[in-house]
């Protein structure tokens, strides 16, 4: 009884929509891993459901080994949510300090802003806040009960280079603190360069779970750009192509699972072509595939 | 800080004590930095006293001194305000924005949250009472004596939770943008046939047949019957506001229930 979070066979409905579906899932303690997925594929519900902001259909949900609808447990959780309005009148420091005195053993409100980046903005009221400042001002909120599991949904969304730098520099003090971290994000770079684990879901399954590599390999996607004078047409018609970008200037790129075949028939069709590159396709690549349903589905990325 | 591995026992809640206290601070501390409703709030009674109440301040009203009676009569005027706008739709939106989101993932009872709102509406309560009597006094010579001040509170204060409640009910049934004017369409005619505007032997026929239907009323009533002007039982007051109270909550709770649904 490790895990700091276990979904056991959890289902979740909202009248005949399934948000969830019989979903198993565990998170070791110390993990950062990533809830990736389209739009409605079930990550805000699966996070609800840890933070006890609701309860499944059918299924057990535990967090911390308890029910996280029990005060007791949430005091261990701490949770940045897509959209705060946070009560005007207050500065920053006083909101924070608020909400630090809501937890058992909460950290200085001084270390809870300097983790978020916001020492500058403490004197300063929430409501005069910049969109990517409010967005740190959650994240402080968020770690200030110095939690066990911390639950961010979409933390990167409308921070800019620098408030993206000073996140992820606090999500690796706080794992180095023993902190168990899942995000869900559309920066699958940043998924790529710091997730332990990647979980992707799609209509409320796991499609994928593993490592960032191991989804990649598993989806087995190359990408192949080049340079040539072929028609959209002509493009269209290389065998073995999943995805195709047309750029400028004759410019191609394609996501593809057998890049052997796609090259030669791409070089015999024209001999001129040039700037050849073939890659490993990119996490996004991987992310697309599994969650396009136009596509078959890579038979090797179902056991999960 | 502690380290990695999970205990299997999870950390003990914190004492609901500190959570309510440094909530209610903070909503003590916003309400008296939003200048844009405390001002209005506090002068607006003091205005109508001073336009109505003054000139007639050395008559009879209801066998009483007019002065004290218009005296209570805006500071009921002032706490029903306070109680629906203050508390009731002000919580109805706060509600609906993500901070009520923030603090339900909190490891804090609802009751802390409540407890603050309401410590919050009793201050202001207290602030805008205070606030006409001195007005009433240095400028009308209108003075309430302190066991007539306190019991004339005491009702007001406590009288003011079916109000709250209906502020509340309004609030989650038309939804936050809507709620202030809703609040006012129901409120305004509302303090106008009461009495509270207007004393009832002034008022139209109509008028003193539908008062005593009304909330705002026997809230009225029971402030008027400290300084000895009614006469009655004051029980059927208090069980008048029981009974309203016990109305607003049940459609607050179903509003609540169908807000939910619909998220």
Not at chain 1, 38 to 45: D, H, I, L, M, R
Not at chain 1, 111 to 134: I, N, Y
Not at chain 1, 147 to 164: H, I, K, N, S
Request: overall charge positive.
């Amino acid at each position: 009884m490790n895990d700091v979070v276990c979904f056991e066979g959890v289902s979740q409905r909202f009248g005949p929509v399934a948000a969830l579906s019989d979903l198993d899932l565990e998170l070791k303690a110390g993990q950062l891993s990533a809830l990736l997925g389209p739009n409605g594929a079930g990550k805000t519900t699966a996070i609800d459901l840890m933070l006890g902001l609701s309860q499944p259909t059918s299924g057990t949900v535990r967090v911390l080994g308890a029910d996280p609808r029990k005060p007791s447990t949430r005091s261990g959780i701490g949770a940045m949510l897509q959209d705060i309005n946070v009560p005007a009148g207050l500065s920053v420091r006083e909101l924070v300090g608020l909400y630090a005195a809501l937890y058992p053993q909460p950290m200085t409100v001084g270390k809870a802003l300097s983790l978020a980046g916001l020492t500058e903005q403490a004197r300063q009221r929430v409501s005069g806040l910049s969109g990517g400042q409010k967005r740190r001002l959650s994240f402080a909120l968020a770690v200030v009960g110095q939690p066990r599991l911390l639950l961010l949904d979409e933390p990167t969304a409308a921070m800019d280079v620098q408030g993206r730098a000073a996140f992820w520099q606090g999500i690796a003090e706080l794992r180095e603190a023993g902190c168990t971290v899942l995000l869900t994000t559309h920066m699958l770079e940043e998924v790529d360069r710091a997730a332990d684990r990647v979980i992707v879901l799609n209509k409320g399954k796991v499609v994928a779970d593993g490592t960032p590599n191991s989804v990649r390999e598993r989806v087995g996607l190359s990408r192949v750009r080049f340079v040539s004078t072929l028609s959209a047409a002509q493009l269209h018609a290389l065998p073995g192509a999943e995805t195709l970008d047309i750029g400028q200037a004759g410019q191609a790129s394609f996501s593809t699972r057998t890049p052997e075949t796609l090259v030669r028939a791409a070089l015999s069709a024209a001999p001129e072509l040039s700037n050849l590159e073939v890659t490993r396709a990119s996490l996004e690549d991987a992310f697309l595939s599994l969650t396009n349903d136009q596509l078959p589905a890579p038979a090797a990325a179902v056991s999960a | 800080m502690t380290t990695s591995s999970v205990p299997a026992t999870a950390r003990p809640a914190v004492s609901p004590l500190r959570p309510f206290l440094a909530l209610a601070r903070a909503e003590v501390v916003r309400l008296l930095r939003n200048r844009a409703y405390l001002i209005p709030a506090l002068m607006l009674p003091m205005l109508f006293f001073a336009l109505w109440g003054l000139p007639n301040a050395s008559g009879k009203l209801s066998g009483v001194n007019a002065g004290q009676y218009m005296l209570v009569s805006y500071a009921a005027y002032s706490l029903i305000t306070t109680a629906m706008y203050g508390f009731g739709v002000a919580v109805a939106s706060e509600r609906s924005s993500g901070w009520w989101r923030q603090l339900r993932i909190a490891p804090v009872s609802p009751v802390a949250v409540f407890g603050a709102k309401i410590t919050a509406s009793l201050v202001m309560g207290l602030l805008s009472f205070s606030a006409l009597c001195l007005f009433a006094g240095l400028v009308g010579h209108v003075w309430l004596s302190a066991p007539l001040f306190l019991s004339v509170l005491f009702r007001l204060l406590l009288g003011m939770v079916p109000f709250a409640l209906l502020g509340l009910a309004l609030g989650l049934l038309v939804g936050p943008d809507a709620a202030g004017g809703v609040a006012n369409l129901i409120s305004l005619p509302m303090l106008f046939a009461s009495g509270i505007f207007i004393p009832l032997e002034v008022a139209p026929d109509f008028v003193k047949t539908i008062a005593p239907y009304l909330p705002a009323y026997h809230y009225g009533q029971l402030g008027w019957s400290a300084l000895g002007a009614v006469q009655g039982a004051e029980w059927v007051h208090w069980a008048w506001l029981a009974g309203y109270s016990a109305a607003f909550l049940l459609i607050a709770r179903w509003a609540a229930g169908r807000a939910e649904t619909r998220r």
